[in-house]
């Protein structure tokens, strides 16, 4: 029974630590890379109150250091799909009657244990498993997933709030219920933050989730669910498991009780969700969520007037920051003619001062790419590149897997703005320059708006405000996350909620409240207190 409304206030981000020479949190960390590196673990699938281990061992390598094994994940199969809708839908009851402070207290205590308890070994999952420097580890994996946490639990709070007007006699209520059936989260390897937001947003308002990570992402995803069995969840709300995705979709988008799924990955594989959802629609008991953050080819436009400096950093790290493995990095760039000998030369000389290497030197500002399929696919794109009259390589261009997934930061300049990596998603420290006549800034802007079927993030770089007033309007549909001189790149979460439309996905905005509608039925209840005994209406007589 309650006794009281309970209320979030609006939390403040978590605060981003520096890991400056000698710092604790320094020492910390390295102290939890080495901790990780010295014993393999063997990592089991949690499907209710079970640890599911199988014959079949699939190895964990840190991508800049593939002959090393940082443990193995047992592979399920379609039996373990079932078992964990089995387990997701027994615990479904008595989550979803679980009183809210109650709900909101454990993933409140699991953003405090990532915060203090966990915050080194969170880190050290994410850098070794998935090649990531200290600070792209920290800004993720510990302060993006703390701000999930304790923003949604704000956010949520405050949509239980919105109730309807009430007439004389009568009393309306608006009842937030989960969705009836269990939800599916498919989540990506490039952040941590990710994988853990997508099933704990669906479970706090209820859900019980069904969760498949990136098998390159499982190091870091089973640290997240024994942080969140630890700040005590109950067993069957969110089920981990590890299998083939079309083994994953065969049985849960045939399921009468599927009531959603929870995506960030290709563009590719959601349409192809989409369609298969969309023929199933006679199964299902209700009409299913769809939610998705998909594909980028995220832009950085730079006006004439633009500070060249400002333009150089926006690039470097907008391109090259995690080897462009962001969905929001940036990819393509235009730059104005009057500025692009300084632009090239000074960013040619920016990446010249880049380390490359393993995550536990920390002087490195680029590592490995996530895996060998991704390596070669943006391997190919830069041996074409080199072969094509209509592109130059300006830097980098070099690529080594013998240790590790390395490849150099790339910077291409077309001679064709539509130009195939000027159009095409790599997902790599690639990025491509097309130098346009100064005077054509408007009409180049038109280009780039045609130019890609993506539209999750992109920036202007002016100090020319009428330039920026036109870019707003004219790039209006082009990205979901805009930036005014800065980087695409690097979305705060309550500061700017992320998603894109056009064809990178449903523009849902993860971290905050639009995204926490879709996972919440709403049911209007009405009661009246002195209801009526007669079905005749005054309008009836006539005197």
């Not at 703005?417 to 990025?431: Q, S």
Request: charged share 20%; hydrophobic share 40%; net charge neutral.
């Amino acid at each position: 029974m309650n006794f009281g409304y309970f209320n979030y206030p609006l939390p403040a981000n978590e605060p981003v630590l520096q890991y400056a020479p000698g710092s604790p949190e320094k020492i910390a960390l390295k102290k939890a890379l080495a901790a990780a590196k010295k014993k393999p673990i063997d990592v089991p699938m949690y499907i209710g109150s079970k640890t599911v281990k199988t014959g079949k061992k699939i190895a964990m390598r840190p991508p800049h250091e593939k002959a090393h094994i940082l443990g193995y994940f047992n592979m399920g199969d379609e039996q373990h799909v079932k078992q964990a809708i089995d387990a997701a839908l027994k615990a479904k009851e008595s989550w979803a009657n679980m009183p809210w402070e109650d709900r909101a207290h454990i993933f409140l205590k699991a953003a405090d244990l990532l915060a203090t308890k966990y915050r080194g070994a969170i880190n050290a999952c994410t850098m070794l498993g998935q090649s990531k420097n200290a600070y792209q580890a920290e800004i993720d994996s510990a302060c993006e997933l703390i701000d999930f946490l304790r923003f949604n639990v704000h956010f949520l709070s405050e949509i239980y709030r919105q109730q309807p007007v009430s007439a004389p006699g009568i009393h309306n209520r608006m009842e937030w219920r989960p969705l009836e059936g269990f939800v599916l989260a498919i989540t990506p390897f490039n952040f941590t933050a990710i994988a853990g937001n997508l099933p704990t947003s669906a479970a706090m308002c209820g859900n019980v989730v069904v969760w498949k990570p990136a098998n390159s992402q499982v190091y870091a995803a089973q640290m997240i669910m024994r942080i969140l069995q630890e700040a005590g969840l109950p067993d069957g709300v969110i089920n981990l498991i590890y299998v083939d995705g079309p083994k994953l979709g065969k049985i849960c988008f045939t399921h009468p009780d599927f009531a959603g799924v929870h995506f960030t990955g290709s563009t590719g594989v959601f349409n192809s969700m989409w369609a298969t959802i969309g023929k199933n629609m006679g199964t299902y008991k209700s009409y299913p969520r769809i939610v998705g953050e998909t594909g980028g080819k995220d832009f950085v436009m730079i006006h004439k007037s633009a500070d060249v400096d400002v333009a150089v950093t926006a690039l470097a790290r907008g391109a090259f920051e995690y080897q462009g493995q962001k969905c929001s990095a940036a990819s393509r760039a235009y730059i104005p003619s009057n500025l692009a000998p300084a632009i090239k030369t000074k960013l040619i000389a920016a990446l010249q001062t880049m380390n490359m290497g393993s995550v536990e030197d920390f002087t490195n500002f680029i590592n490995a790419v996530i895996d060998e399929k991704s390596f070669d696919k943006i391997a190919a794109y830069i041996d074409e590149a080199k072969k094509d009259r209509k592109a130059t390589i300006i830097a980098g261009g070099n690529y080594d897997k013998t240790i590790g997934y390395f490849i150099e930061p790339t910077v291409i300049e077309a001679k064709d703005p539509k130009y195939v990596t000027m159009c095409e998603e790599i997902f790599g420290p690639v990025l491509t320059i097309y130098v346009y006549d100064a005077d054509a800034f408007e009409e180049t802007m038109a280009v780039l708006d045609a130019t890609s079927p993506y539209a999750l993030t992109g920036c202007i770089l002016a100090q020319d405000r009428d330039a920026v007033v036109l870019a707003t309007a004219k790039l209006r549909n082009a990205a979901g996350n805009f930036y005014i001189n800065d980087k695409p790149t690097g979305a705060v979460v309550g500061q700017q909620p992320f998603g894109g439309a056009r064809a990178s996905g449903t523009n849902d905005k993860a971290g905050s409240m639009i995204n926490l509608y879709r996972w919440l039925s709403a049911r209007t209840i009405k009661e009246t207190f002195n209801p009526p005994t007669d079905y005749r209406y005054a309008f009836l007589q006539e005197s």
